[in-house]
């Protein structure tokens, strides 16, 4: 192993503040490495404009794979590259280049959530969604995407030398063909970000609801900037926002407890009443669930809070919702209910009938360790398992 000197995080977004913190870069700074941000936006998401970027003196920008190849010779004897990407068929030829040069790589297998095709192979994945061929972009993605696969079979694209996980299912999110090879990386288990900030306020009594309240996990869905990276379609802000409210007032008027909205981080609600006058908190979604009767949500990543306080939680969708994304997000939804053995429901039916469910425990503790942590990492911060990885470099 060559000595370490330098971070370089490799991502195809620019820099933000929430960047710099789930990474640590102010702590691998504090490690006396010499830390870079490859941005790759230019190359893959020209169009992506993201207004909360930083311009730091960290930041290198990049227009063209060649640019990428001559930094990868500067540094690459005394670098460890840290991916923000992870890995399918449009990155190839990016990975590939890291393979050829037999540079040092990381990733951070977190944030994976139940998906129904999780558990199949890449070709039934792509079959049982045999509906959506008629789109002839997603017919060649799928196709890039096996290739992708291949290639990692083959040995053309090398495993990560380090991978830190979050639960037996995060390594899923490595990307396509991660699976393979596995043994040639060196696995360290960490936590996901939800998981770590339930141990910052495990202990704290911070209420900031003063009567009885449920809390639904916004998904920003008519407006998520990132549906536009990826080019999905988006539901009607007006139908699904109605529905919505429609299936808070009877939450409201029947269950007689308040309906809270924990903003997604992306959101901005400032100028626009989309949920009447009901309260809007937003970077305060763990907080909100510690003290909530039950959880309302569709299919958020954010729903681990609730797995970790042993909350309730009901899953829902709408018309839109299931017209909108009948191959993806409806069956998604469906499948999380499932794993957590809870209600699901179709907030557009004339009669709810809506009953809080019982917590299965049992359900939430596999969820726990297969999504959020494991029993090596659930009682420290990735942060301080991070850095003591940092200091044995």
């Known amino acids: 192993m060559p000595n370490i000197t330098n971070i370089v995080y490799v991502t195809y977004q620019s820099l933000t503040a929430k960047f710099k913190q789930d990474f640590y870069i102010d702590s691998v700074k504090e490690k006396g490495f010499d830390v870079e941000y490859w941005n790759l936006s230019d190359i893959y998401h020209q169009n992506l404009i993201i207004n909360s970027a930083l311009n730091e003196s960290i930041v290198k920008n990049f227009s063209s794979l060649k640019q990428v190849e001559e930094e990868i010779l500067r540094v690459k004897y005394k670098t460890l590259f840290i991916f923000n990407i992870n890995y399918y068929g449009e990155v190839y030829t990016l990975f590939r280049l890291f393979s050829k040069h037999k540079c040092i790589t990381a990733f951070f297998a977190r944030g994976a959530i139940p998906f129904p095709f999780l558990n199949e ?23 890039s995407n096996q290739l992708a696969a291949l290639a990692r079979r083959l040995k053309l694209i090398h495993p990560f030398t380090y991978v830190f996980y979050a639960g037996k299912r995060g390594l899923s999110t490595i990307g396509y063909g991660g699976e393979n090879n596995l043994d040639k990386s060196i696995l360290i288990p960490v936590n996901s970000f939800d998981f770590d900030k339930s141990i910052t306020i495990k ?23 990132d549906f536009d990276l990826v080019h999905m379609p988006k539901v009607n802000a007006e139908t699904y926002y109605n529905s919505l409210n429609n299936f808070f007032d009877y939450i409201e ?9 924990a903003a997604h981080p ?15 908190i937003k970077y305060k979604t763990g907080e909100l669930i510690k003290h909530s009767e039950f959880v309302l949500t569709h299919a958020s990543t954010s729903v681990s809070f609730a797995i970790i306080f042993k909350k309730p939680v009901v899953f829902i969708y709408g018309n839109d919702i299931k017209k909108t ?3 993806g997000m409806y069956l998604q939804i469906l499948h999380f209910a499932n794993v957590l053995n809870t209600t699901c429901v179709n907030i557009d039916e004339s009669e709810h009938e809506l ?23 659930e009682h420290e911060l990735t942060e301080n398992i991070f850095k003591n990885f940092l200091t044995a470099l």
């Open 121 to 143: 192979s890449l070709l039934k994945k792509t079959f049982s969604k045999i509906n959506a061929f008629s789109d002839l972009k997603f017919l060649k993605k799928a196709f």
């Open 203 to 225: 202990h704290t009594d911070e209420n900031l609801i003063d009567q009885r309240y449920c809390v639904f996990l916004d998904a920003y869905l008519p407006f998520h900037p």
């Open 266 to 280: 992306r959101s901005d609600y400032e100028k626009k009443r989309f949920y009447k006058n009901r309260r809007i």
């Open 253 to 261: 008027r029947v269950i007689n407890l308040k309906v809270v909205i």
């Open 355 to 377: 009953k809080i469910p019982d917590v299965d425990e049992k359900a939430y503790r596999n969820y726990k360790y297969n999504f959020l942590a494991s029993s090596e990492s």
């Open 325 to 327: 994304y009948p191959h």
